[in-house]
């Protein structure tokens, strides 16, 4: 159980364009969903939370015009990378939290590159 | 503040123990999780611990002192697949209960 997905794995796209990330919990319910980014050989900074039926709370320094956050039911979180730009290439994980569990699933990430 | 200080590398020998620190400061206690991430991989959960005391499962073992902020994580019987980040995270309470890390301890496991 606790299974979390993510897709795509992998996307490349040019500087300009807008990339949606999909986030699934396949066997719960997820009324809370996170959303990460990982630079390489760092830890994970948390971009933003998520709840089901309301706006996403963003962490300080994250822009909430350029990182767009819908999480239109209880399984779906989606992530829109609104006008990439080369420094927006990074490793995006989503997690997600059943009810009042403390445990946090994590999907297996989204390896974005902005050329 | 919130800060959770972990070693960045450490260096272990296949079939060996090595010992993983975790020292934290937040505000309020919420539990201690420990994750690991293979290079390029998303974290999958090891442990949780919100007792004082150590929790085994299986080679992998988890010890919490509330008192001394102080957590670690025990790996027994090394293998090569061990090798990878191990992150020591706390959740901060409240309604999202959101987590915060450690930057990770990459343990590079020799043969």
């Known amino acids: 159980g606790a299974v979390v997905s993510q897709h795509p794995s992998r996307v490349i796209c040019k500087s300009g364009t807008s990339v949606k990330i999909e986030c699934r919990s396949l066997?719960?319910?997820?009324?809370?969903m996170f959303w990460y980014r990982q630079f390489p050989k760092k830890s994970l900074m948390l971009m933003a939370t998520s709840n089901e039926g309301s706006k996403a709370t963003y962490e300080q320094g994250v822009e909430k015009d350029k990182f767009l956050i819908n999480h239109a039911s209880l399984t779906l979180s989606t992530l829109t990378v609104t006008s990439a730009h080369p420094e927006d290439s990074s490793f995006y994980i989503c997690s997600a939290r059943a009810g009042s569990s403390d445990t946090q699933y994590f999907g297996p990430g989204t390896r974005l590159t902005v050329l | 503040g919130q800060n959770i200080d972990q070693p960045t590398e450490m260096t272990a020998t296949e079939g060996a123990i090595v010992q993983i620190n975790c020292t934290y400061q937040t505000s309020g206690f919420n539990g201690l999780f420990w994750y690991q991430q293979h290079a390029g991989e998303a974290p999958t959960f090891l442990s949780y611990n919100v007792l004082d005391g150590l929790e085994e499962k299986g080679r992998f073992s988890s010890f919490l002192s509330r008192s001394k902020g102080y957590s670690y994580l025990l790996l027994k019987e090394l293998q090569m697949k061990d090798s990878a980040s191990y992150l020591c995270?706390?959740?901060?309470?409240?309604?999202?209960?959101?987590?915060?890390f450690g930057t990770g301890t990459l343990l590079a496991v020799q043969p």
């Open positions: 066997d719960f319910q997820a009324t809370t």
């Open positions: 995270a706390a959740p901060l309470g409240g309604a999202t209960n959101k987590l915060i």
